[in-house]
C-alpha cells in the first residue's frame, strides 16, 4: 500500500493539470492571462473580423475600347469578400462586379469601358469587406489608355526567278494585322513591280496577294517598301535578277589604222548568254561599215569586225547599237583622222624636165602635192642646185585633203647636162621627185646639141638613196592614195630610239652623187628651231594620238607624271606612275610600234593601247599596272595617259624605254639530270677501283 503523503501530492499535480486546461492561470509574475478558445470565438462575434487590406493595381487599355479589371484584396479570412466601387472612373464606365473565375474569394472581376477618347489616363475606386466586420481602406485602379491603331506585319516575302528582257514572274505576299484597329492605305509600286494598288485588313485579319514584275532591261531590280509608313514589320523587301540575253564588248572602242588595209579598223565581240540562238540586228552611222544582222547560236561568242571606208580619213564619233527589242546595247566609236598621205598629183610621171634652157633665161615648173590623208602633212623640200624654189619657200603645210603647189626654177651657171632630185619629207611620208634639164648657150661653138654633153661642173646631183620601185610606182599614179603597210622592219628600228633622238620620220637623206660622193647636208632636222622640231616630231608619226584632237583633249587632266619600272621579269613589267593633281577615272597604258610607208619606205612611230593590263597595288598617291605577255630580250617603250569621267583623254606622258631580260641558264630540270649523271658516274668508276684492288690481293 503507497504512503498517504505520496498519494496526495500526485492527486494534487492531477487537479492542477486539469483546471489549467479551463481556466486562466498566471504561471509567472508578469505574464497576461490566457483566453480559452471559447472565449476567443465570442470575443470575435462580438467585435467582427479584421478589415482586408486593398492592393493598388493599374491596367492598360485601348482608347474607345473595354479591358477587364481585376479587384484583389488581401486577408487571413478564407470566406468570401463583399467589393464595392467606391469612386467611378471619369472618362469610362465600369460593369457589374462578378466572382473570379479562378474561385478566389479574396478576387473579383469587373469591366471597364473607354467612352472618352480623347483622354488616356482614368482611375476608381474599391472597397471589401468581410460578413459584417468593418469596409477596408479604399483601393485605387489606375488606367493608361494608348490611340486604337493598326499594325500590319509581313509573314511571308515573294520570290523570284532570274529573268531576261521581256519575261514575268510573280511572287506571293502574306499579310497579318496584329493591331488594334483596321488597316487601310493606298500603295505605289516601284516600277517594274506591279501589286495592289490599296491594301485593307481587319483586326487579326490575314491576307495573302500576288507581287508582280516584268523587266524590259537587263539590271537589278529591288522592292522595299513599307505598307504601312513607319511600322518596319510591314516591310516588303523583294529582289530579282534580269539577265541580257546578250553582251557587247567593249562599251567604247578607238579604231586603229590598219596599213595592210589602209583603213580604220576594229573588232567588237558580242556573245550570246542565253539557252536558244539569238538573231540581232545593228544600227550604225552611214560612214561606218559593220554587218546589220548578227546571228549567235546558244552561249557564242562572234567577232563582228567594224571599219572606215579607206577613202574616209576625217575624224569619225558615232554609236554603234546592237538589238534585240527590247534589249539594246551600246558601243561608243572613236577614229582619230588617217595620218598625213603625201603624193606627187601633177605632173603625173612624178618627173620634171626642164628641157633644153637658153643660157641667161630661167626655167620654171609647177609641182603639185596632194594629201590624202586626215591629217595635216607639215613637209620641208631639200633643194638640189641649180633646182631651187622659185619663191625660196623651204617648208609647207598641206591641209587634210588637198593640194599645193611649189615652183621649182632652173637656171644653172654653166652650161650642160643637169639631173637631181627634188625633196619632200614630212608627216605624210617622203617623196623624191626626179629632175632634169638641159643649159645651153648660143654663143658657144657648136650646135645645143654638143652642148647637151657637157657635164654639169658640179657633178650630177641625185639623192644618195632613192625611194623603192613600189614608191615611185606610187608617185606616179596621182589618182592612188599613197599606202602604208608595215613590211619587214629593220633591226635598227625594231625597238624605240632614245627619247633624245629625232623623230625618225623628219631625216631626210642628203643628196649625193651617182658615185657615191657627199653632196650638201639636207638634213631637215638639223635646220628647225627647237618649237617646229617638236611640232614636226609629234605630226611625223601616227602617235600623235587622238589626244592631240581638241575635241578629245581633257581640259582639267595634267600628264601622267613620273612614270618608270618597278618590276622587271623575263615576260612581264610592273609600270608605275604618281597620281596627277586631278586623279583620272581611269588610266590607258599604250605601246609604241613601227608601220612603214609604202610610198616613202620610211618606218613611222605609232601606238596601241595595251589590252589586258592589270592594276598592281602600289603607295598612295601612286599607281601601278602589270603587263604580261611579253618577249624576253626585247626592248619596249610605254605612255600613260589618263582618262577623265567625260571620256577624253590627258596629255601623254613622258616616255619610258625598257628592254627585258633574256633567259639565260639551263631549266632545272637538266640541272637535276646531270648532276644524277655526275653521282651515277661517281659510283661506277668506285665499284671499278675496288674490283681492280681485289684482283691485284
Not at 619 to 638: F, H, K, S
Request: neutral net charge; charged residues 20%.
Amino acid at each position: 500500500m503507497m504512503p498517504t503523503t505520496p498519494r496526495s501530492v500526485f492527486c494534487l499535480a492531477l487537479s492542477l493539470l486539469t483546471f489549467a486546461a479551463y481556466a486562466d492561470v498566471t504561471l509567472r509574475p508578469g505574464d497576461k492571462p490566457k483566453e480559452s478558445t471559447k472565449d476567443f470565438i465570442k470575443d470575435k462575434e462580438k467585435n467582427g473580423y479584421l478589415s482586408p487590406e486593398p492592393r493598388d493595381r493599374t491596367f492598360a487599355y485601348v482608347t474607345g475600347l473595354s479591358v477587364e479589371v481585376e479587384l484583389e484584396v488581401a486577408t487571413s479570412y478564407l470566406g468570401p469578400v463583399k467589393f464595392t466601387i467606391r469612386d467611378q472612373p471619369q472618362h469610362g464606365t465600369l460593369s457589374a462586379i462578378r466572382s473570379h473565375p479562378s474561385g478566389a474569394s479574396n478576387k473579383a472581376l469587373v469591366t471597364y469601358t473607354n467612352v472618352d477618347t480623347d483622354q488616356i489616363v482614368d482611375r476608381f475606386t474599391f472597397q471589401g469587406k468581410i460578413g459584417e466586420g468593418s469596409t477596408s481602406a479604399p483601393g485605387t485602379i489606375s488606367l493608361i489608355g494608348k490611340k486604337a491603331s493598326p499594325r500590319v506585319e509581313v509573314l511571308e516575302m515573294a520570290k523570284f526567278k532570274r529573268l531576261q528582257p521581256g519575261e514575268n514572274d510573280a511572287g506571293q505576299v502574306v499579310l497579318l494585322n496584329s493591331g488594334t484597329a483596321p488597316f487601310s492605305g493606298e500603295v505605289a509600286w516601284p516600277a517594274p513591280f506591279v501589286g495592289p494598288p490599296r491594301i485593307e485588313l481587319a483586326v487579326n485579319e490575314k491576307q495573302t496577294f500576288l507581287l508582280m514584275i516584268r523587266p524590259e532591261t537587263p539590271g537589278a531590280y529591288r522592292v522595299d517598301q513599307e505598307l504601312q509608313p513607319g511600322v518596319p514589320s510591314s516591310r516588303v523587301i523583294a529582289y530579282v535578277e534580269c539577265v541580257q540575253a546578250f553582251v557587247v564588248t567593249p562599251g567604247v572602242m578607238n579604231l586603229q589604222f590598219d596599213p595592210a588595209k589602209g583603213n580604220r579598223t576594229g573588232i567588237v565581240k558580242v556573245s550570246n548568254g542565253s539557252p536558244a540562238p539569238l538573231k540581232l540586228k545593228a544600227e550604225f552611222p552611214n560612214r561606218l561599215q559593220a554587218p546589220k544582222e548578227i546571228n549567235l547560236e546558244p552561249k557564242q561568242t562572234k567577232e563582228v569586225i567594224i571599219s572606215l571606208d579607206a577613202a574616209d580619213v576625217a575624224m569619225f564619233r558615232g554609236e554603234l547599237w546592237v538589238i534585240q527589242e527590247p534589249h539594246r546595247e551600246k558601243v561608243m566609236i572613236y577614229a582619230e583622222p588617217e595620218p598625213a598621205q603625201i603624193r606627187v598629183a601633177s605632173p603625173s610621171d612624178g618627173r620634171v624636165d626642164f628641157g633644153k634652157v637658153e643660157m641667161g633665161k630661167k626655167g620654171e615648173a609647177m609641182i603639185s602635192i596632194a594629201n590624202d590623208g586626215g591629217q595635216p602633212a607639215v613637209l620641208k623640200f631639200t633643194q638640189a642646185p641649180p633646182f631651187v624654189l622659185a619663191n625660196n619657200e623651204s617648208s609647207a603645210v598641206v591641209p587634210a585633203g588637198q593640194s599645193i603647189s611649189v615652183a621649182l626654177s632652173f637656171a644653172p651657171d654653166q652650161p650642160g647636162t643637169y639631173k637631181g632630185s627634188f625633196g619632200i619629207a614630212g608627216t605624210g611620208g617622203r617623196l623624191d621627185v626626179a629632175v632634169t634639164g638641159v643649159l645651153f648657150d648660143p654663143r658657144r661653138p657648136g650646135s645645143a646639141a654638143d652642148q647637151d654633153k657637157i657635164e654639169n661642173p658640179h657633178g650630177p646631183v641625185r639623192p644618195k638613196a632613192t625611194a623603192s620601185a613600189a614608191a615611185r610606182e606610187s608617185a606616179t599614179k596621182p589618182a592612188a592614195k599613197a599606202a602604208v603597210e608595215a613590211p619587214s622592219i629593220p633591226a635598227s628600228l625594231s625597238k624605240p630610239p632614245p627619247p633624245s633622238a629625232a623623230p625618225a620620220a623628219v631625216k631626210v637623206a642628203s643628196a649625193a652623187s651617182d658615185g657615191g660622193e657627199q653632196g650638201p647636208d639636207s638634213s631637215v632636222y638639223g635646220q628647225m628651231s627647237p618649237q617646229a622640231v617638236e611640232l614636226y616630231g609629234r605630226l611625223a608619226t601616227f602617235g600623235a594620238g587622238i589626244e592631240a584632237i581638241p575635241q578629245f583633249r581633257s581640259n582639267i587632266l595634267d600628264p601622267v607624271p613620273a612614270i618608270g619600272v618597278k618590276e622587271a621579269g623575263k615576260d612581264y613589267l610592273v609600270l608605275h606612275w604618281q597620281s596627277p593633281k586631278v586623279e583620272p577615272k581611269s588610266y590607258l597604258v599604250q605601246e609604241s610600234f613601227y608601220v612603214v610607208n609604202k610610198a616613202t619606205g620610211i618606218p613611222l612611230k605609232s601606238w596601241k593601247n595595251v589590252e589586258g593590263w592589270k592594276p598592281v597595288t602600289s603607295d598612295a598617291g601612286t599607281a601601278a599596272a602589270r603587263i604580261e605577255g611579253l618577249t624576253p630580250a626585247t626592248q619596249y617603250e610605254y605612255r600613260v595617259l589618263g582618262v577623265d569621267n567625260e571620256g577624253k583623254f590627258s596629255p601623254p606622258s613622258d616616255l619610258l624605254q625598257v628592254a627585258l631580260p633574256a633567259v639565260s641558264g639551263l631549266p632545272g630540270w637538266v640541272w637535276l639530270f646531270l648532276l644524277g649523271g655526275a653521282l651515277a658516274l661517281g659510283v661506277l668508276m668506285l665499284r671499278r677501283i675496288q674490283e681492280q684492288r681485289t684482283l691485284g690481293v
